[in-house]
Each structure stands twice: as structure tokens, then as C-alpha cells.
T-cell receptor, first 113, second 109 residues
């Protein structure tokens, strides 16, 4: 089975801190994604990457950046955390193609105080 | 701008009943419609998916009904069980996947 591992289950940070969320997949998938999940808003795409060192903005990229230096690892960076970035962050990967099945990690619940 | 609208937000069903979750979309370029199921503490997982060239797809107790002219699709869970209690997300894809708001389903024993 594909495994998508997110480094932290819970994270508490202060406003203005730089925050790194890490995600690793073990199945040599081409595509990796970062979503945030908020009640009543569903899953919203922040950034995605279809190849090493490649990245594309999703629907809500403001305040975030990403890094993909290796195929298996995709990092989400909050340059200066704000309280409105308190959310559940989900990483996902897929093999390739637009409509391939997404495999999600278990999520990181980030609280910004 | 929510391109995929999902309802209801929450749903309570008795064991053995039918659960129905509805989704509507706007973009006629969407050509792939998956449903994801999420249990507490876990990430979403693909449950079932349909393409617009068919009107219905069934996998076990789960059925997607698709109405292309109305731009609507729905998930039916037959003989609902307490183990089906989860959050369900519909989604639609053209160049990228867009998710609905989610439905929290509770199946009472």
C-alpha cells in the first residue's frame, strides 16, 4: 500500500513564526499536493507539484510556499504564520495523470496562536 | 468560488437505511467525479468514482448516480451501517480536482 507520511500530527506555533510541514511518500509517485481542510469549506488546494523542483499554485496559495527537492518529499512552508492559517493540512500524492487516485496522509493539525 | 456544491452538511441515518448525499457542479469541462471517505484522524480515501459517459456506477452498497444535463451527481449508501459513519467529499476534475464542502454522516445503531 502507498504510504504518505506527514511529520507531525499536531503543531502549535506563534504568530510570525516560519513553519515547515513535511510530507514523504514511498511509492515513487510523480504528483504531490498540499490541501487545507476547514469545516464547511471542504478541501482546498494550496500548491501541487508534478515533478521534482516543479510547483504550481492551487486555489489558495497566498501566505504559503513549497519545496520539492526530492521526488518523495514535498514541504509546505508558512513564511510568517498567522492565526487564519490555523487549520488541518493534508498532503497527498498520485501516480501521474490528472485524474489519478489521490493517496492522503493523516494530516497535521496546525494551531497558530 | 465553490465550483462543487455539496449537501447536506450533516446527515443522520438509522442502521439499515439509505444515505443520500448530493453534489452539483458548474464547470461543464469536468470529466471525472470521485467520492472520498474520511474517518476521524485519517486522511480521505477514494471510495468510488464515475465518468460522465455513464449514468450510474455501483460498488457493493455504494452507488453514484450522475445526471449530466442537470450537472448533478449523488452518492447512495444502501443498508447503511454504523461503520459507514464518516465524512464524505464529492469532487470534480477537469485540469485539477475540486472538492465539495463535505458531509458528516452518522449512522445510528
Amino acid at each position: 500500500d502507498v504510504k504518505v507520511t506527514q511529520s507531525s500530527r499536531y503543531l502549535v506555533k506563534r504568530t510570525g513564526e516560519k513553519v515547515f510541514l513535511e510530507c514523504v511518500q514511498d511509492m515513487d509517485h510523480e504528483n504531490m499536493f498540499w490541501y487545507r481542510q476547514d469545516p464547511g469549506l471542504g478541501l482546498r488546494l494550496i500548491y501541487f507539484s508534478y515533478d521534482v523542483k516543479m510547483k504550481e499554485k492551487g486555489d489558495i496559495p497566498e501566505g504559503y510556499s513549497v519545496s520539492r527537492e526530492k521526488k518523495e518529499r514535498f514541504s509546505l512552508i508558512l513564511e510568517s504564520a498567522s492565526t487564519n492559517q490555523t487549520s488541518m493540512y493534508l498532503c497527498a500524492s498520485s501516480l501521474g495523470g490528472i485524474n489519478e487516485k489521490l493517496f492522503f496522509g493523516s494530516g497535521t493539525q496546525l494551531s497558530v496562536l | 468560488q465553490q465550483q462543487v456544491k455539496q449537501s447536506p452538511q450533516s446527515l443522520i441515518v438509522q442502521k439499515g437505511g439509505i444515505s443520500i448525499i448530493n453534489c452539483a457542479y458548474e464547470n461543464t469541462a469536468f470529466d471525472y467525479f470521485p467520492w472520498y471517505q474520511q474517518f476521524p484522524g485519517k486522511g480521505p480515501a477514494l471510495l468510488i468514482a464515475i465518468r460522465p459517459d455513464v449514468s450510474e456506477k455501483k460498488e457493493g452498497r455504494f452507488t453514484i448516480s450522475f445526471n449530466k444535463s442537470a450537472k448533478q451527481f449523488s452518492l447512495h449508501i444502501m443498508d447503511s451501517q454504523p461503520g459507514d459513519s464518516a465524512t464524505y467529499f464529492c469532487a470534480a476534475s477537469g485540469s485539477r480536482l475540486t472538492f465539495g464542502e463535505g458531509t458528516q454522516l452518522t449512522v445510528n445503531p
